[in-house]
Each structure stands twice: as structure tokens, then as C-alpha cells.
């Protein structure tokens, strides 16, 4: 029986990522994950795969339905602004920020908000004392999407930072051109 109900969280976690991911950027825009902003659709297909999960290891299961479950409420959490905007201006005001920004400021602040969440998945992991399996694979569903959080970040704002450098680049030489034309 938990193993259907287990499938079935996987399932909601799933679909809920698919479904706030396509409501908040239908183009795939604001993706962090550089794997499913390319192979989009068979990317998404193949994370219902996890569904199977439990019928082969209940504490993997657990992890994948914690992670689901927290990249869900992390999308929904920070998609109001792109969904009331849409996903081309988001994206603008997101490239005007790193223009302004400081990428290592960035990835600092990236990279520390997923430490706190691994801080948090190892201080459940202590507390439960290793003696329930279900707890800490609940921990470690935590830590996973705290590291997911820190990864697929880096991606975003690289990628974000480099595109605002190119953007300026491409600009100044824009700028640039007509003037050195004049004699």
C-alpha cells in the first residue's frame, strides 16, 4: 500500500513541477535546469519515471517525492511575478539586475541559500539519530533539493550574467559604430 501512495505523491510532485514550470514560463525562458530548457517535452515525460520508484526503493521514493514536492512550492513561490509580467519581461528585468549585479555576489547567495537547506536536511538527519529510514530519507530528499537549488541556480545565473555581458557588448558596439564612421 505505500508503495501506491508513495507513487501517487511522486505523481502530484511531478506534475505539479511540469505544470508550474509551463504556467509560469510556457517557453522554458526562466529554466533554470539547462537540460529540460532543451529536451523540454522528453524531459518532462521522463520525470514521471520516477513514479516507478517505490516499487523497487521506498527511501529513494521518499527523496524523490521530497524533492518534487519543494521544486513545486520553489517554482510556484517565485512565479508570480513572471506569470503577472510574462516570461520575456521577467526575463528582462532578470538581465537588467545582472547588468547592475555582481555574478560572484550572486552565486554566493545562491550557494548559501542551499547550504541552509542542506543545514537543515543534516540537522533532521541528527535529530532523527539514524533509527528511522523514513526520516532520513526525508532529510535527504532536503539536502538533495538544497543542492539541486545551489546547481541549478549556477546555471541560471550564469547564463543570465553572461547574456547581460553580451547584450552590453553588443550594445556598446552598436553605439560604437556610427561614431567612429565620422570623419
Not at 520575456?88 to 539586475?97: G, S, T
Request: aromatic share 10%.
Amino acid at each position: 500500500m505505500l508503495e501506491h501512495v508513495l507513487a501517487l505523491l511522486i505523481f502530484i510532485g511531478r506534475a505539479g513541477d511540469v505544470l508550474s514550470t509551463l504556467f509560469i514560463s510556457p517557453n522554458l525562458v526562466l529554466e533554470a535546469n539547462p537540460v529540460a530548457r532543451r529536451f523540454k517535452w522528453p524531459t518532462m515525460i521522463l520525470g514521471f519515471g520516477l513514479c516507478a520508484l517505490p516499487y523497487f526503493d521506498i527511501q529513494v521514493a521518499i527523496m524523490g517525492a521530497v524533492l518534487s514536492f519543494l521544486v513545486t512550492a520553489s517554482n510556484l513561490s517565485k512565479g508570480w511575478m513572471a506569470r503577472a509580467l510574462g516570461e520575456k519581461e521577467m526575463e528582462r528585468i532578470v538581465l537588467r539586475a545582472a547588468a547592475a549585479g555582481s555574478l560572484p555576489v550572486t552565486l554566493a547567495m545562491c550557494w548559501t541559500a542551499g547550504a541552509f537547506i542542506v543545514l537543515s536536511a543534516g540537522f533532521l538527519l541528527w535529530l532523527s539519530d539514524g533509527d528511522n529510514e523514513m526520516v532520513s530519507a526525508f532529510a535527504v530528499g532536503l539536502g538533495l533539493y538544497g543542492a539541486a537549488l545551489a546547481i541549478h541556480g549556477t546555471f541560471f545565473f550564469v547564463r543570465m550574467f553572461r547574456r547581460a555581458r553580451a547584450d552590453a557588448a553588443q550594445q556598446a558596439a552598436a553605439g560604437d559604430a556610427p561614431q567612429a564612421a565620422r570623419p
